[in-house]
Nanobody
Framework: EAQLVESGGGTVQAGGSLTLSCAAS????????IGWFRQAPGKSLEGISC????????AYVEPVKGRFRISRDNAKNTVYLEMSSLKPEDTALYYC???????????????WGQGTQVTVTV
């Protein structure tokens, strides 16, 4: 069974840092684009970053560009999201997901994790 498990969430003060991990199993991890998404209270799900399969290309949406960094370790079947200079507006439930195509469209992703909560206080 395909599975993605996020970890590393928690509560931090504004300006702090957190690193999220996404551990994958049950599917061909190396063949999938992995994306990070988040959903803030009362808002829709939004894609924030993704990393490709071969060249390791990365993409970020403007609100997190320069502050977040995505990486993957295929030997460990794990993707990471390093977050720094966190802002209260980063507060959300963060999900990782796997897709067979490049992009950050929700409908393009086949497998999803359960999410990990990130809360940034003022």
């Amino acid at each position: 069974e395909a599975q993605l498990v996020e970890s590393g969430g928690g509560t931090v003060q504004a300006g702090g840092s957190l690193t999220l991990s996404c551990a994958a199993s049950g599917f061909a991890f190396d063949s999938y684009t992995i994306g990070w998404f988040r959903q803030a209270p009362g808002k829709s799900l939004e894609g924030i970053s993704c990393i490709g399969t071969e060249e390791g290309d990365t993409a970020y949406v403007e609100p997190v560009k320069g502050r977040f960094r995505i990486s993957r370790d295929n030997a460990k079947n794990t993707v990471y999201l390093e977050m720094s200079s966190l802002k209260p507006e980063d507060t959300a439930l963060y999900y990782c997901a796997a897709a067979t195509r490049w992009g950050l469209l929700v409908d393009g992703y086949d497998y999803w994790g359960q999410g990990t909560q990130v809360t940034v206080t003022v």
